[in-house]
């Protein structure tokens, strides 16, 4: 799905998922400047830059447009080319797709898993299978069960006060949204799966001045994968496999 929505490919399915992991664990969980880590990430930018940019030259020269965001973006340089240089198109899509391979596989799996986990909630989720906003609360309540994000880390640009607690200049905050997801004052009954929450108040995806630039995509991606597998009477066969911090194989029967 990746590949069909941005465009971008690798010479195999491994060197792909490699390349985007290795980057995704420096920009997203290298909390402790692991150099090993941003090693591994910076010589494996190098290689999604060279697939990316490889295949804006070859849209260029051979005029193919696909429906995918890559042919969006090229074609916005047509329309305005001061917007879009090729590499600017090249960093969107990079930026992108990092973030967005490994957050949907991880909450596709944690989706399903929920849902799998209880033949009541599996029986009332496919009663709204058809019914795209009601079904889209059922993952996202799903996944307040079993977030893929449970705490997210920011520091404090600027001096702050919460509550009685003084935050100094860059004070690093670990903020606990599975908590937050918990409170009754926001979701009232919190141990029970309510499709028709407020889709404002989760924390799935970040909030205020920095939501993650792929919710959209996501909310639309994340709920027709799931869908699909309840269509198909998926059953549940096994947690998650993991490869370090990533979910890298999720087995259900069909």
Not at 68 to 91: C, H, K, N, T, Y
Not at 176 to 193: E, K, R, T, Y
């Amino acid at each position: 799905t990746a590949v069909s929505l941005f465009g971008v490919s690798a010479p195999t399915e491994a060197e792909y998922m490699c390349a985007v992991r290795r980057i995704f664990y420096h920009a997203f969980l290298n909390i402790g400047t692991d150099q090993e880590v941003r090693n591994r990430a910076l010589a494996a930018s190098k290689n999604l830059k060279r697939w990316t940019l490889d295949e804006i030259a070859r849209r260029h020269s051979e005029g193919d447009n696909k429906s995918d965001i890559m042919s969006a973006l090229l074609a916005r340089q047509g329309i305005d080319p001061e917007a879009l240089d090729d590499d600017g198109v090249r960093r969107t899509l990079m930026g992108m797709l990092v973030g967005a391979v490994d957050t949907t596989a991880t909450t596709v799996a944690y989706c399903t898993a929920v849902l799998l986990g209880n033949p009541d909630l599996k029986n009332r989720a496919l009663q709204d299978a058809n019914d795209p906003d009601r079904f889209l609360g059922w993952c996202w309540e799903a996944l307040r069960f079993m977030p893929h994000n449970p705490i997210l880390a920011r520091f404090a640009h600027k001096g702050t006060k919460i509550v009685d607690k003084e935050l100094k200049r860059d004070t690093k905050v670990v903020i606990n949204i599975l908590g937050a997801m918990h409170d009754a004052d926001a979701f009232p009954s919190p141990q029970q799966l309510n499709p028709e929450r407020p889709l404002s108040n989760y924390f799935h995806f970040g909030g205020g001045l920095h939501p993650c630039a792929g919710r959209a995509i996501n909310a639309i991606q994340v709920p027709e994968l799931v869908r699909q597998l309840l269509l198909y009477n998926a059953s549940y066969a096994a947690r998650p496999r993991f490869d370090g911090p990533f979910v890298d194989e999720f087995l259900v029967q069909l």
